[in-house]
């Protein structure tokens, strides 16, 4: 039986690069009788070219869904791709974060999709106070929110309980088949890419494969983030203006490798503007919120008995 490895993220968790990595040496995976699937992953209408992720899978979950691509491929595809290739298959890898999010109906239909194969499920969790605040740069960046950090996390904090995410997919597929990594430094020596092949049985010595370059988007500092915060409130809270350019004035400005804009607001003194979004008690008494969760998850999943699932603490952090 194929076994398929299915990587659900969580976001913000290197996604977007190990999936650009296994579609760009999708043709040397194959030549090993591994498979990355085309058929799912939609085509950006910018550039002609395929996204990385299979996300359109999980839109085709629910073909209602306005994000749903009836040109990409679903899941029909996905098991004649499959089958075109089966006697020369050993592993199938599908990756896209949006499966984290995943409601109950829509993971009955998954689990019925998948029941012909071996699935094994793969998913990275990274230490929520990091997680919140990723997202939270990311959504200022793209103008979609404009309040606090701390509104930010209460809004959203149902996506830090990694058991209850967990317990779910358990439930559908069997703690068996769950494959939990840490995505921090000290667990990712190898770099995400090793750790995921690693993850999936896959030698890296034995594939020969081509590594892509260093992602060149410019990660704008705290201080920066809190400029455009200021800037989505107004522009976007009181004036009720449309994101888009917006996003095109800080493409071209503050995200732009070199801006002098940039590095003006970066030297600013810290007694000005603080180079935190939170606190380190405030970090502190976020992960004390999902002690317990991360317990948990430490104990049953990764078999340790201390219950320690990440090694960095907001009070030990340099």
Not at 47 to 61: I, K, T, V, Y
Not at 182 to 197: C, H, Q, S
Not at 310 to 316: I, K, M, R
Request: with cysteine; net charge positive.
């Amino acid at each position: 039986m194929t076994t398929v490895y299915l990587h659900i993220g969580i976001p913000k968790t290197g996604t977007t690069s190990l999936q650009n990595f296994l579609l760009k040496n999708r043709e040397n995976l194959l030549a090993q009788g591994i498979l990355y699937p085309t058929s799912g992953i939609t085509i950006n209408p910018n550039f002609n070219c395929f996204q990385s992720g299979d996300h359109n899978l999980f839109w085709a979950l629910d073909k209602e869904c306005k994000a749903y691509d009836s040109n990409a491929g679903d899941w029909e595809d996905i098991h004649r791709e499959i089958k075109t290739k089966k006697s020369d298959l050993s592993k199938v890898l599908i990756s896209a974060e949006d499966f984290s999010t995943i409601n109950d109906n829509r993971l009955s239909l998954l689990k019925e999709h998948l029941s012909r194969y071996n699935t094994k499920v793969i998913v990275y969790l990274r230490k929520q106070d990091d997680y919140f605040m990723s997202f939270y740069c990311e959504y200022i960046k793209i103008c979609r929110y404009w309040d606090s950090p701390i509104k930010y996390i209460e809004d959203n904090k149902n996506f830090g309980d990694y058991y209850q995410l967990l317990k779910r997919w358990k439930k559908a597929f069997g703690k068996e088949n769950i494959i939990v990594r840490v995505f921090d430094r000290t667990n990712l020596k190898g770099g995400l890419i090793n750790d995921f092949l690693m993850a999936t049985n896959l030698n890296l010595d034995e594939l020969k494969l081509n590594f892509i370059s260093k992602n060149k988007n410019v990660t704008p500092s705290i201080k920066l983030i809190k400029i455009m915060r200021f800037l989505n409130e107004f522009y976007r809270g009181r004036m009720h203006k449309s994101p888009m350019r917006l996003k095109k004035l800080y493409k071209q400005t503050v995200l732009s490798s070199g801006n002098p804009i940039s590095s003006m607001v970066s030297n600013l003194p810290d007694s000005l503007i603080s180079p935190e979004l939170l606190t380190t008690q405030e970090r502190i008494d976020l992960m004390k919120e999902f002690e317990e969760s991360n317990r948990k998850v430490a104990q049953e999943y990764l078999g340790r008995e201390d219950g320690k699932l990440f090694d960095s603490t907001p009070d030990n952090m340099t």
